[in-house]
């Protein structure tokens, strides 16, 4: 994919976004005209909380190797998977179908290699089988990046030795561990000139010398000198660099970090309309971090103080601080339904 810079939503009351680069590997956008903890949870969203696959269970069937066993299935556990379509898998402790995995909630994947020659055989990610079936034909398969088309080198075998295994992968977020992160890092940058003196820079004898400006000092205007501080500016322009770890491209994640971080406000807003009941912001049965039937921590709780799936807690109170009473919200009745009306995601 190749993006010349654009501008997206440029009216000046909303945020904007401009994008400078793009390819496959990542992408460098602008965010304009939003808060700083707004431009902050988007990014630790994007690090930790958007679904991919990994390998999170290995059926060692032979393994005649120099390295133990625990070894392998680590350096499995953190091979980079394809995740296109992820959300047509559930979680495994959501599944109903089974205790521990099915094609419902993980793709299976195998490798069998043995040396029968005196020179070392090398295995490598694109030796792993993806068997079928499987929500489509990319989910689960190894990220491979290199010019030779090898992907990550598992492990080496010599002269009769052999590995037979069977590796379960399954859908989870970064917050549980961090082979499910679908980006390597994520730069993140504001107030390029310290304007707002939000940094205190150490330095000998100039700071402007001695502490280098970044790229993006280039996009906003420095301070002039003898310039008053102002302590009611805010920073409203955000710099980002987001790197892909190749699980999903680098603009997929950025769009499914707004829609994570849309669900968990919904699932707030839904929490203080005294509703529990309702069936999510978009009346499709999601939960109310916008998963069907699901929790989005690893403890099975969903984050906002109600149980998961499996639980019926009480909400803790039957009237909210905001005017009206019996449950109601800021935003009208309990209903469900934001100030934005329907959000753009299915």
């Not at 935003?331 to 934005?340: D, F, L, R, S, V």
Request: net charge negative.
């Amino acid at each position: 994919m190749e993006y010349d810079a654009m501008m997206l939503d440029t009216h000046e009351s909303g945020p904007s976004v401009t994008i400078r680069e793009m390819n496959r590997e990542r992408v460098d956008f602008i965010l304009k005209n939003v808060e700083l903890g707004f431009a902050n949870a988007l990014r630790r969203v994007m690090l930790a909380e958007i679904p991919t696959i990994a390998i999170d269970l290995v059926e060692i069937e032979a393994n005649s190797s120099v390295l133990p066993d625990e070894f392998i299935a680590h350096r499995l556990g953190l091979v980079p998977l394809r995740s296109d379509g992820v959300e047509d898998l559930v979680f495994t402790r959501d599944c109903e179908r089974c205790e521990q995995y099915c094609e419902e909630c993980s793709v299976t994947l195998t490798v069998h290699a043995k040396c029968e020659t005196k020179t070392n055989v090398s295995i490598f990610s694109r030796d792993l089988m993806v068997a079928e079936p499987r929500p489509n034909q990319l989910i689960g398969s190894p990220v491979i990046q290199d010019d030779d088309g090898l992907g990550v080198l598992l492990f080496k075998l010599r002269q009769g030795q052999e590995v037979r295994m069977k590796c379960i992968a399954k859908k989870g977020i970064a917050k549980e561990h961090a082979k499910w992160a679908p980006t390597a890092s994520i730069g993140f940058d504001y107030d390029p000139h310290n304007k707002l003196r939000h940094l205190h820079y150490w330095y000998e004898e100039n700071a402007l010398k001695e502490w280098p400006r970044t790229k993006n000092s280039d996009w906003e205007d420095a301070a002039h000198e003898g310039e008053a501080f102002d302590p009611g500016a805010r920073a409203h322009t955000f710099y980002y660099d987001v790197e892909s770890t190749g699980t999903l491209d680098p603009d997929t994640i950025v769009q499914q970090g707004i829609k994570v971080l849309q669900q968990k406000l919904a699932g707030v807003i839904q929490e203080l309309t005294g509703d529990p009941g309702h069936a999510g912001v978009h009346g499709d049965g999601m939960d109310v971090n916008g998963y069907a039937d699901s929790g989005r921590d690893p403890d099975g709780l969903n984050g906002y103080g109600a149980a998961g799936r499996d639980h019926d807690l009480d909400p803790g109170y039957t009237t909210t601080p905001f005017p009206g009473a019996g449950g109601a919200s800021a935003w009208g009745g309990g209903g469900g339904a934001t100030p934005y009306g329907t959000t753009p995601y299915a």
